[in-house]
């Protein structure tokens, strides 16, 4: 089945879902975070097909959020360098570990623990105001349209949701 292309969609979880949506380009984000930078190594890591893994690192790349850069010692093979665009996809990994390590793993099983280097502690992903610092809950949360929202686009999300968009 034909996926639907979202990302010219006016909603940024649509756009976000053309990465995050692909289970192979959250795996390979996150080898990249863990260091993984050469072909081979993301293969024997995630056991992916070749045609698989050249298909998605290719796409990373076009997306901007890898570099392919030519090794040093074989400029003929390449490596796949997370770009600042890349290294910026970290909070949204961090929070699907947290809600996978809450749903889905028994209280003993998680493989790993995020540990925070400047105070030495555990952490979870957690969602805070980034004007005023406070924790977000769904029942705190508003929508209002942005510059970018298309008028012709309805029905309104927000008459939907029951935000009050007479201000």
């Not at 105070?119 to 406070?134: I, K, L, N, Q, R």
């Amino acid at each position: 089945m034909k996926r639907t292309d979202t990302s010219a969609w006016p909603c940024t979880i649509a756009r976000a879902g053309v990465i995050f949506g692909d289970q192979w380009n959250v795996l390979l984000l996150r080898e990249a975070i863990y260091g993984t930078r050469r072909f081979d190594e993301f293969q024997q890591a995630l056991g992916i097909a070749r045609n698989i893994l050249t298909d998605r690192l290719s796409r990373l790349v076009s997306e901007g959020l890898f570099a392919r850069t030519a090794q040093p010692e074989r400029p003929d093979r390449y490596e796949y360098v997370l770009t600042d665009k890349g290294r910026d996809t970290y909070p949204v990994l961090l929070a699907m570990a947290t809600w996978a390590r809450s749903y889905m793993l028994g209280p003993d099983e998680d493989p790993l623990v995020f540990e925070y280097l400047t105070c030495a502690h555990d952490f979870d992903a957690v969602s805070a105001c980034s004007h005023c610092g406070e924790l977000l809950s769904l029942d705190q949360i508003g929508v209002r349209w942005g510059p970018g929202h298309p008028a012709y686009h309805q029905p309104s999300i927000l008459d939907r949701i029951g935000y009050d968009t007479d201000g």
